[in-house]
């Protein structure tokens, strides 16, 4: 944490909606710490570089994932999606710098993939069974 996310903090608190972006996040970073460095807290960068507009939406974006998570545990039986969903969350408030990842994009799809194009689960297809009917002469 050091000074970088207290700065960090700072810098929002004067760009509150609309954030900095990336390169004035920089230069007020140079400004009140001396130097820049990454902050290693990816919702930290979000809501500096975005402000409360962006920051809302990259919370929106996780509510999603989260309910499409839980979804699969329950009517799948899996916890493993909801698992994977609270380490990357972990990962990103931690380390940072996982946005710019693809893997962790990956990941984001490999979660949605049970859901057809309406957002509800697929459910299960079991096969078809017909019986024939013997006509008898």
Known sequence: MGVF?????????????????????????????????????????????TGLAGFVLFLLFFKSLYFLAYDWREKANNPFPLTLLFLILFFLFKAGGGLVQSYVWVIFIMLSIP??????????????TFEIEANEK
């Not at 954030?19 to 807290?41: D, Q, W």
């Open 5 to 49: 996310w207290p700065a960090a903090i700072k810098i929002f608190k004067q760009y509150p909606i609309t954030g900095t972006g990336a390169i004035l996040t920089e230069e007020e970073m140079e400004r009140e710490t001396g130097s820049y460095r990454p902050l290693h807290n990816e919702f930290l960068t979000v809501l500096t570089y």
């Open 115 to 128: 859901y057809n194009s309406n957002g509800r689960f697929k459910e299960k297809i079991e096969p078809k």
